[in-house]
């Protein structure tokens, strides 16, 4: 059973998890994917609770020991199966309250492997959920679709936050659509993020998610970035063994600034703020390694552009360390994956790019204008 594992595929309710499972069992040998809506009903009845309603009513307390007795059960399965898939979420709402509340195993104790983000477009999750109130196949709550992608962003960073804490793998796999029909999804289809990582650490991760307080005023923000800046060289010279002094920064322009500004603190070498490659290309010292620093990668498209334009005579290790970078850029980071190392302290899933208040540069300029 050692070499056996047991995934969970989570996400929001509609947007294909079921399918997935079934898909990604068959896929693969000695796949399973037990039907775990079923196994639930079956395991909340034995133990006392005849409806999901009526979980929603007992103590919270009570409700944590189902969930990670029902969680435990599957090492069942998982001795059996080399492979099992689980459909899971990190957290539903309680019809009582109103309120989120959590969905998954606070236990882990090595019964999941890991969990895998079904990234499936919210305007497709609306639809389905239509289809399936309308069939009367289910009965789910109708949402727009700005409250489903701010469910999809809480679950996906429960996921993250959850596999960080159990040092578990975490993946992304893409539920794409063409003309209405979903692709056929794989094992291998699965984009695992563990290693983009530069640290672990919970007092940097507890930093990381304090920039987001929307609250914080512009020199609070610029403060807590060049701090995290100033965190990230001893955790980069571990992970990529090697010493910064045989590399050159860049700073991309304008939310990168205060990260680099911390990063150098004690950095003697060449520092580049800039984001034209023709004039990063003509400032570079081409006998040096680059660190290239940025707040947030959205869709990679400045990184790309200049990394494009490295002269094809520069042959020296690349690494890009920012803050966040969004799962839509996944794609860009895999096809550099030759020659460039990607590092971050979390992932987003923000299905938009945030503006005015909410934008990271405009925060910390104090512009949201």
Do not use: W
């Not at 079921?18 to 037990?34: F, H, M, S, Y």
């Not at 094992?187 to 990582?197: I, R």
């Not at 302290?345 to 990271?360: A, E, V």
């Amino acid at each position: 059973m050692d070499s056996n594992k047991l995934y969970y595929v989570v996400g929001l309710a509609g947007a294909g998890k079921t399918t997935v499972c079934k898909q990604l069992a068959e896929c693969i040998d000695g796949g399973a994917a037990p039907q775990t809506s079923g196994r639930f009903m079956d395991f909340i009845k034995k133990n006392g609770v005849e409806t999901p309603k009526s979980l929603d009513a007992i103590s919270h307390e009570k409700r944590e020991d189902l969930i990670n007795g029902l969680h435990h059960s599957f090492l069942q399965d998982k001795s059996k199966n080399s492979y099992t898939f689980l459909d899971g979420h990190m957290f539903v709402t309680n019809s009582n309250t109103g309120l989120r509340v959590n969905a998954m195993a606070s236990e882990n104790n090595d019964v999941s492997d890991g969990l895998i983000f079904l990234n499936t477009p919210n305007e497709v999750v609306a639809s389905n959920i239509d289809s399936d109130n309308q069939s009367g196949k289910r009965n789910r709550s109708e949402c727009s679709i700005d409250v489903l992608n701010e469910l999809s962003e809480e679950e996906f960073q429960g996921a993250e936050d959850y596999c960080l804490l159990n040092s578990i793998a975490f993946g992304v796999l893409n539920n794409i659509s063409l003309a209405g029909q979903f692709f056929e999804v794989g094992f291998d289809d699965v984009y695992y993020l563990n290693d983009y990582y530069l640290s672990k650490n919970t007092k940097l991760r507890e930093l990381y998610k304090a920039q987001f307080e929307s609250d914080l005023s512009p020199s609070s923000l610029r403060k807590q970035h060049y701090e995290l800046g100033s965190k990230l060289v001893e955790p980069l010279e571990k992970k990529v063994g090697a010493d910064l002094s045989n590399f050159q920064v860049l700073s991309i322009p304008r939310s990168g600034n205060y990260i680099a500004n911390g990063f150098c603190e004690g950095f003697n070498g060449r520092f580049i703020m800039s984001k034209e490659p023709a004039e990063i290309v003509c400032d570079m010292d081409e006998s040096k390694g680059l660190v290239i620093i940025d707040s947030v990668i959205d869709s990679g498209n400045t990184v790309r552009n200049i990394i494009e334009a490295l002269p094809s005579t520069y042959v020296q290790p690349i690494h890009v360390v920012c803050l966040a970078i969004n799962i839509k850029a996944l794609e860009m980071i895999e096809s550099y994956k030759e020659t460039v190392e990607f590092h971050c302290l979390g992932f987003s899933n923000k299905t938009n790019r945030p503006k005015g208040i909410f934008d990271m540069g405009a925060r910390l300029y104090g512009t949201p204008d």
